[in-house]
């Protein structure tokens, strides 16, 4: 799916993401804050902000977030939440992940939550991230992660069915991969169960689609379907750029 036709898509469904659980209320947004420590000088930036919900959290430890996305729709609804919230440190402004329009070692850290596998070239993101990073900076990424093999294959498929723009779950050790070549050393990595209802999850496709979907829940060990509810995994990963070295 190209982007342009990735933003009619989200444009369409931009209000959803206000109040959509595992955007606006996951354990990764509180746990990415615990492990960054964010500073009250830094300057933050948040790439595929959608609603705004991971730069929303890091404004009020921070200097200024800027809370970017290719889709005017979400910008919309993130700057009306920015002004309810009474954020004054907050930018809300277009920015591609994959050509992002800031000037080298501005930032000191860039984070980016539930997005990249929508992303069309996820290693141009995150080398991106290193360039727009200062000497020290910090990338912390979280995202759906997979098993290799086969059953990550099948569980791209799934979400595929339910969700065309759906480009590519990547597995952790891929994530890691990514990061070392963009010279990130790893500061950290985990995973974590995220629980979803199927309900909400499915609630745009019709019954016909549903059936499908639950067929494919009912084959898979890895996404453990109890009938209402099925797990998902995500992954957190922080880097850090290289520092530069003072010459004598």
């Known amino acids: 799916m190209s982007k342009s036709e990735i933003k009619e898509q989200f444009g369409a469904n931009a209000a959803h993401y206000i109040n959509s659980r595992p955007h606006a209320k996951g354990a990764s947004l509180r746990r990415l804050v615990e492990l960054v420590q964010p500073q009250a000088d830094w300057r933050v930036l948040d790439i595929a902000t959608a609603a705004g919900h991971t730069a929303f959290t890091f404004a009020p430890h921070v200097a200024h977030v800027w809370a970017t996305d290719i889709t005017p729709e979400m910008l919309v609804i993130a700057q009306e939440r920015a002004v309810e919230l009474g954020l004054e440190n907050v930018t809300v402004e277009m920015a591609d992940a994959e050509s992002l329009p800031y000037d080298d070692a501005y930032f000191d850290l860039v984070t980016c939550r539930i997005a990249p596998h ?14 727009v990073l200062r000497p020290g900076g910090l990338l912390a990424v979280v995202d759906n992660v997979v098993p290799a093999g086969a059953a990550g294959d099948f569980v791209n ?10 480009g590519r779950c990547l597995s952790l050790d891929e994530w890691l991969t990514i990061f070392q070549s963009a010279g990130f050393t790893i500061q950290h990595h ?3 169960d995220k629980r979803m209802e199927f309900a909400s999850w499915a609630g745009r496709h019709d019954a016909t689609m549903q059936r499908y979907l639950r067929a494919m829940l009912s084959k898979s060990d890895f996404l453990q379907w109890d009938g209402a509810v ?6 957190i990963v922080v880097g850090k750029t290289a520092v530069a070295h003072v010459v004598q």
Do not use: I, Y
């Open 118 to 131: 929508h992303f069309s070239d996820v290693g141009l993101f995150v080398r991106e991230a290193a360039r």
């Open 157 to 166: 498929a799934f979400e595929k069915l339910r969700d065309p723009s759906h």
């Open 190 to 192: 985990e995973t974590m």
């Open 230 to 235: 099925f797990r998902l995994q995500e992954g």
